[in-house]
């Protein structure tokens, strides 16, 4: 996720101050990845640095608005115009725990398994009603302008990403029970299991 290119393209469309980009950032999002106020002003504070955003006046609370300013747009239209690598993929916490899982001793892997699986089936089931009251005009269907739309688009990613994970799940059982099979198949055709046999006497 890009905090950053997420607060430039809230600002494209005019000043704003930090609790507004805040609280634009997580209507757009259905609040999926909440900000906090700090991590908000500590992205602008890098923006400006980098001469992306500058400030642009206080209103009579206090509140200090910042610009994007043209360098910054060029930054955003680049963003949108460059796919999302896959080359270097974040960390899947999931993954690295499957993938100890199976070379630490005494790790109940199935079990892993299956309580995982529960768990991203009662995501799936949450995500898919929230889509359906988002569809039916529910409190979480988002506001103006774009936002339902936009809350829309994440969860049928999240959505989507459950399913992928059920499935991926199923394979790693699958995956699983065919290993432990093949040490005992495997073992029963080598000629030195046989000699072994013959030797103890064994047909």
Known sequence: MSIRHGLLALLDQGPRYGYQLRTEFEARTGATWPLNVGQVYTTLGRLERDGLVAPDGE?????????????GRAELRAWFDTPVPRTN???????????MAVTVPGVDVQAVVQAQRRHSMKALQDYTRLKARALTGGPSAGAADGAELAWLLVLEQLIFQAEAEVRWLDHCETRL????????????QTPARRRVKEHLGER
């Open 177 to 188: 029970a065919s290993h432990r099979a093949q040490p005992a198949a495997a073992g029963a």
């Open 89 to 99: 993929p974040p960390r899947d916490e999931l993954a690295i725990k499957l993938a």
């Open 59 to 71: 209103d009579e609370e206090g509140h200090l608005f910042y610009a994007v300013t043209e360098k």
